[in-house]
């Protein structure tokens, strides 16, 4: 059994408060909280209270105990939990790797308390379970995603939604900005705009300075057609509006060297290799620093979150900025199809549940 150094726990009264909440019950949610929640580094950084149906969990637990080599799994009895009952044909209706209208209105639930909770002080934080946006609306709740909703909730005006992950190779951070997020594809011309663009890079600047305490930074902002546009032969926006709206950025940001519009294919080129270090053993390589980005823009979500999955699937962190308080949430969704299983990978929970108690001491910090 771990035991614990004293000099490893931190003091009870600073230790940040996060709730977590279950997200979809039908989903890998529960599985992947139990699972962070059995490392002692996860129990050590925070005082953390699940937010959810006591009952469902004692139930999913039950289950995955069962399953075959089962990993270790924090026991429900042990956990500080805000209970949610559900009324019983909803938690009659729902049912393991199924997203449907009872687990959507669970997962509603949850995130409704726990946002109620931390806007009353009863938290600093919330790291979500995955939700299925689809079983919030056959559920009766149209929103895109968890964001939009935090955002109405806690009367934010702006928010972004930044994915955060700290290289196992070498160190270094990757933090990529989703300029739009739910937005179809066709849709995502229209929805880029300056004052979008301005919005979202004031968001990434305040993030960058408060969170992440730099005041000088770079940050690459991709381009939106092939080539960025190659000039007007291969797409329009660029030399329309965001060439134009980048030069006008640089003069009011003088703290701030911003790159771009870089070609989309290539822009993820040097955070790869600074990712993953020496990458060829005959000729090492080191990514000089200078040449990659504190921040990067992707201009909508798979532009964005393809290089992120790619390196980081494991333990990217996705993370609201524009709110009053912490959110952070795995970079992954329910995954139905391997719920109930025991086999998801509880990465990049844990590292959701690290962050967001990182930023919660790093804002009381900036604070004092
Ligand atoms: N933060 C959130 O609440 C998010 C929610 N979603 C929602 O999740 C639902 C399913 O979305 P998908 O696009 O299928 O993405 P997904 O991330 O749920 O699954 C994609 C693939 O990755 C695998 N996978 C995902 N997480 C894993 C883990 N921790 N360990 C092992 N394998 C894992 C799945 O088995 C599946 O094969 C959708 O309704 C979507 O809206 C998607 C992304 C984030
Ligand atoms: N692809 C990211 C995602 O779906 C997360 O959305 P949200 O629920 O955090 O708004």
Excluded at 46 to 73: F, H, M, W
Excluded at 140 to 148: A, F, K, S
Excluded at 226 to 238: A, F, T
Excluded at 344 to 349: G, L, Q
């Amino acid at each position: 059994m771990y035991k614990l150094d004293e000099k490893d726990i931190t003091p009870v009264q600073s230790r940040p408060r996060l709730a977590l909440t279950l997200g979809d019950p039908a989903g890998i949610g529960p599985e992947v909280i139990l699972k962070a929640l059995a490392d002692p580094e996860v129990s050590k950084s925070c005082d953390l209270t699940v937010v959810g149906s006591r009952s469902l969990l004692v139930e999913i637990y039950t289950k995955l105990k069962l399953a075959k080599n089962s990993q270790p799994l924090a026991n429900p009895e042990e956990l500080s939990i805000f209970d949610v009952p559900l009324d019983k044909h909803i938690q009659d209706e729902i049912l393991i790797g199924t997203g449907n209208a009872a687990s959507g209105a669970a997962s509603f639930a949850y995130m409704e308390t726990a946002i109620a909770q931390t806007l009353a002080d009863q938290f600093d934080g919330i790291v979500t379970g995955p939700i299925a946006k689809s079983a919030w609306k056959a559920a009766g709740y149209n929103y895109p995603g968890q964001t939009e909703l935090l955002a109405e909730k806690s009367g934010a005006k702006r928010v972004g939604m930044l994915f955060v992950a700290r290289s196992p190779h070498t160190n270094w951070t990757l933090c990529t900005l989703l300029a739009c997020t739910h937005v179809p594809l066709s849709q995502v011309p229209k929805v880029l705009t300056p004052q979008l663009m301005t919005e979202k890079l004031d968001l990434l600047v305040e993030c960058l300075e408060k969170d992440f305490g730099l005041e000088r930074a770079r940050i690459a902002i991709a381009g939106l057609n092939p080539h960025s546009g190659e000039q007007g032969q291969l797409g329009h926006e660029e030399q329309d509006w965001l060439i134009p709206w980048i030069s006008q950025e640089r003069k009011n940001r003088p703290n701030f060297q911003l790159d771009g519009p870089v070609p989309p294919d290539t822009m993820w080129v040097k955070p790869g290799q600074a990712w993953y270090g020496n990458i060829d053993p005959s000729a090492p390589l080191r990514v000089n620093p200078s040449q990659v980005a504190d921040a990067y823009i992707a201009l909508y979500h798979d532009q964005g979150l393809i290089p992120v999955k790619l390196m980081a699937f494991d333990r990217a962190v996705n993370t609201s900025i524009g709110l009053p308080f912490i959110r952070t949430s795995p970079d992954h969704g329910t995954a139905f199809d391997i719920a109930g299983k025991g086999i998801a990978d509880a990465r990049s929970m844990k590292a959701a549940i690290l962050l967001a108690a990182e930023l919660v001491s790093q804002r009381r910090k900036v604070k004092l």
